[in-house]
């Protein structure tokens, strides 16, 4: 062999190495499992659920090994709660919900995600339970409907439960007597409600590699989590504003925003800003509103307010639709939202002053209406009596003469005797002729 045959063939078999090292490379890339991880933190409603839904669409398309949900949550709408329970035991990727950090709760619609899940963990320190259903709309239900509520509920949980080998009867006393079960209670039980506990989602990781756990439909699959690749999910831009307009505390402010921007634009028609801002206002209030407990009694309490507030312009009441407004105002925030839980309740160090705010605007504003009503008349004939002029011509009684008044040059007649120059004021008006006396 030549030295420039050796020269190929070496250059060649370098070549060769390379592709053969990039290989094994890219072999050993694809082969780190893959792990989707995503954070709820907020109520169980339609842009969570949304979020959750896309998360676990994503992990499949990915051939993800598994896809992480750490929640927290103070509970939410039964219907998203079904929305994402249905695509979970759906999912090829397996699920866990991981109730984290210490400190941190899933309750009511948090605990039935935990139950349905492939993999339920819980941090030191944390809770779950309390499932029992209250009505959407905030009002109170009789005891028939609650019953028939809560029996529904209580079954969907044990049919959860026993599809994931979860204690059974625990699960129900969540639902039918509203029991909440610490981390080591749940982990505890015989048979547990959750997995295992851990410290973060890298001690769970850690934990469940090599782990085989029981999916829905019977079959069983090994998790691989070592050395996983992490995949942070978060919501997009729209749906973190969407999830920000669903709390109370927000959409008592878009309420009272929007009420208060189509009051002002009906005393002042043609401003046109605080009707466009008003009508946004309340479109995004009530597309908050759906998806919270809503007491409607207090959203007609509040409407009455402002509407009360509106005819003190309208009606003389001397005073009384002004009270009534304030009165409806108050107790329509202390009804609106109707909830045990805190995180869905009205912060009143909020709302206390934002309605004194509102009141005295209001008021203000109506004290201007009342003063321009009461101010007397600048046109026509009633704004021409009392008006101070200048005799252009003299006047005797039973002629006519000119005098300038109001900026205006006026035929005149007086019933008396009227000098050039002197000063006049005006008595009375007859067509285009003013009645005028001496001043």
């Known amino acids: 062999m030549t030295t420039r045959a050796r020269y190929w063939s070496c250059a060649l078999a370098l070549v060769w190495l390379s592709g053969a090292l990039g290989l094994v490379r890219v072999a050993t890339q694809s082969s780190a499992p893959v792990v989707y991880s995503a954070e709820v933190e907020s109520i169980i409603h339609p842009v969570s659920a949304e979020f959750m839904i896309e998360a676990m669409e994503q992990a499949d398309e990915a051939s993800a090994a598994l896809v992480v949900f750490t929640l927290r949550t103070p509970g939410g709408l039964v219907d998203s709660t079904r929305d994402i329970v249905t695509r979970m035991l759906a999912a090829k990727t397996p699920v866990a919900v991981f109730v984290g950090p210490s400190g941190a709760r899933a309750a009511s619609a948090g605990f039935v995600l935990t139950i349905a899940a492939d993999v339920a963990a819980m941090a030191p320190g944390t809770h779950i339970g309390a499932a029992h259903p209250v009505s959407g709309g905030g009002e109170q239900m009789d005891e028939t409907v609650s019953q028939k509520a809560a029996s529904d509920m209580a079954a969907y949980v044990r049919t959860l439960a026993s599809g994931r080998r979860r204690n059974v009867a625990l699960s129900e006393e969540a639902v039918n007597d509203s029991r909440a079960f610490t981390d080591r209670e749940a982990l505890d039980a015989d048979p547990p409600l959750i997995d295992l506990s851990a410290t973060d989602l890298s001690d769970l990781l850690l934990q469940l590699d090599g782990r085989t756990i029981s999916r829905f439909d019977g079959t069983t699959t090994e998790l691989r989590t070592a050395n996983a690749e992490i995949v ?41 800003f605080p009707g466009v801002v008003g009508g946004v206002s309340l479109v995004l209030a009530f597309f908050a509103l759906q998806m919270l407990p809503v007491n409607y009694a207090g959203v007609l309490l509040l409407m009455l307010g402002f509407l009360m507030l509106i005819l003190e312009i309208k009606v003389i009441s001397f005073g009384l639709l002004t009270v009534g407004g304030i009165i409806s105002l108050v107790l329509g925030s202390m009804m609106l939202i109707d909830s045990p839980v805190p995180e869905l309740q009205l912060n009143f160090g909020l709302v206390l002053p934002m309605l004194g705010a509102f009141i005295a605007i209001a008021i203000f504003l109506i004290r201007l209406a009342v003063a321009a009503q009461r101010q007397a008349a600048f046109t026509g004939e009633k704004g021409m009596l009392r008006q101070v002029g200048t005799a252009l011509t003299a006047i005797n009684p039973g002629q006519v003469g000119q005098v300038s008044a109001h900026g205006e040059i006026w035929n005149a007649r007086s019933d008396e005797p009227i000098s050039e120059h002197s000063r006049v004021h005006v008595v009375g008006v007859d067509g285009l002729t003013l009645i005028v006396r001496n001043e």
């Open 232 to 272: 942070h999910l978060e919501m997009s831009i729209r749906q973190r504003v969407l999830s920000s307009i669903a709390n109370p505390n927000i959409a008592y402010l878009l309420l009272s925003l929007g009420m208060l921007g189509l009051t002002i634009e009906l005393w002042s028609p043609g401003a046109v």
